[in-house]
């Protein structure tokens, strides 16, 4: 009779299974960062899909918090993720080891909202190097910014916080935040200490971040030692709330984190601003891509596509605090206010629309600034030796196998913090 009752529950839970089993033809896997969409848009485009294509689907939305983790689901575990939101740098490895599927941008009598992306999206998206692949055929930009110098401008004039040389002053020790980011601090600093060989043409913008060799690395490593002393902490997401505080003076961050802390700061009748220095640094993207392993192609490329409308775009950007690789009229309108900013060359995102735009040079620098910034690249073999260096200049001393346990724990503990107050920390954190 035991065994009865048992096969009789296996019969019925397998039923049951088989009842509840997820109808991929009609369901949208959506992975994406944290905090980084209008969570209200993801029922209307359910709607929206409905009415453009004759289907239902319904969207299953999840998050990721480091690049290297969702990857990792895709790359090693097969996870059958339709859309997902990955960094500049994870395209490329995506890309070279053929782990995404081309994007179709016939959408029927759909118009295609994809030609709303910016040119300099396009054209930033055309050196990530994909084993000859084009990522603008397998990737759509969706959003962007930059790396530089959050700093309070009772303490720090504008001057100052225009070059990374000011990091050695040593009256900022103890009020200077870095982001415990080594890729992009490492991409920033090899293009500005090598600033003089790229003016005179010795040396490329758009090489030096794939230069990942001991000499480079050496050169980096050499000028983060000359400020280290002053840094009171290598943050991943405090950084900002320290500066809205006063607790901290600067803070190398992105532009994104810099915006809400500015925004935050007013409130309190604390002033902070945002500069990029003038030898250079980075703009940094993210972008959707239809993974490899992905089961429903259709409705994944129309999710992408219903992203580029512009009152979409334009909802995202109010929603999370970043900017949008969505460019045109619509977008430069809404971003145009002639009462709090100065005209500057936008002309590089909106065309000559934008050459003389009043908008906010946190989100859109001037296109004298974006010349000098080059992007991440992914560095293959190297990255190992880059976190090493990383982890001699911020003076830690654990073995890797101690480094990748701790890291771990951490993560898992920070999610579920994330977890606990994303409701309260919305357009706080990206990366």
């Not at 560095?379 to 196998?401: F, H, I, P, Q, Y």
Request: aromatic share 12%; net charge negative; proline share 3%.
């Amino acid at each position: 009779m035991r065994k009865f009752f048992l096969s009789l529950a296996v019969i019925l839970s397998a039923g049951m299974c088989s009842l509840f089993a997820i109808d991929r033809e009609h369901t949208l896997k959506v992975y994406n960062w944290a905090d980084y969409i209008d969570e209200s848009l993801i029922a209307e485009f359910e709607q929206w899909y409905e009415e453009q294509t004759g289907e239902p689907v319904k969207i299953v939305y999840q998050l990721f918090d480091i690049n290297e983790i969702m990857l990792s689901k895709i790359e090693l575990g097969h996870e059958d993720f339709d859309v997902v939101c990955p960094s500049e740098y994870i395209i490329e490895r995506m890309l070279r080891s053929d782990l995404l599927l081309p994007i179709d941008r016939d959408f029927g009598d759909t118009p295609d909202y994809t030609v709303n992306v910016a040119p300099y999206m396009k054209q930033m998206f055309n050196l990530i190097q994909g084993s000859g692949k084009n990522a603008n055929d397998y990737a759509v930009p969706y959003m962007w910014g930059t790396v530089g110098m959050l700093y309070n401008t009772q303490y720090v004039t504008r001057e100052e916080a225009s070059t990374w040389y000011t990091l050695k002053d040593p009256k900022w020790a103890g009020k200077l935040f870095v982001k415990d980011a080594f890729r992009d601090v490492y991409t920033s600093l090899i293009i500005a200490l090598n600033r003089d060989a790229i003016d005179r043409g010795e040396k490329d913008i758009t090489q030096l971040p794939f230069d990942a060799s001991d000499e480079a690395i050496a050169q980096v490593e050499t000028f983060l030692n000359t400020f280290k002393d002053n840094v009171s902490g290598w943050e991943a997401d405090f950084g900002k709330e320290r500066m809205t505080q006063e607790k901290a003076w600067i803070n190398v961050s992105w532009s994104g984190d810099a915006q809400w802390a500015i925004d935050e700061a007013e409130e309190v009748g604390v002033s902070l601003d945002y500069a990029v220095p003038k030898e250079g640094s980075i703009v940094w993207f993210d972008g959707w891509v239809i993974p490899k392993y992905a089961k429903n192609v259709k409705a994944a490329r129309y999710f992408i596509n219903f992203m580029c409308m512009p009152e979409n775009a334009l909802r995202n950007m109010d929603e999370i605090g970043y900017v949008s690789a969505i460019g045109g009229p619509e977008i430069l309108a809404a971003q145009t206010d002639s009462t709090a900013f100065e005209p500057e060359d936008a002309s590089y995102f909106f065309g000559e629309a934008g050459r003389a735009a009043c908008i906010n040079p946190v989100m859109y620098p001037d296109a004298s600034i974006i010349a000098r910034c080059g992007m991440m690249h992914d560095n293959g073999d190297r990255t190992e030796n880059l976190l090493a260096m990383w982890s001699r200049v911020k003076g830690d001393s654990a073995t890797g196998m101690t480094y990748i346990i701790v890291v771990s724990v951490a993560f898992a503990l920070v999610l579920l913090y994330l977890i606990s107050v994303r409701k309260k920390n919305k357009k706080k954190h990206r990366r």
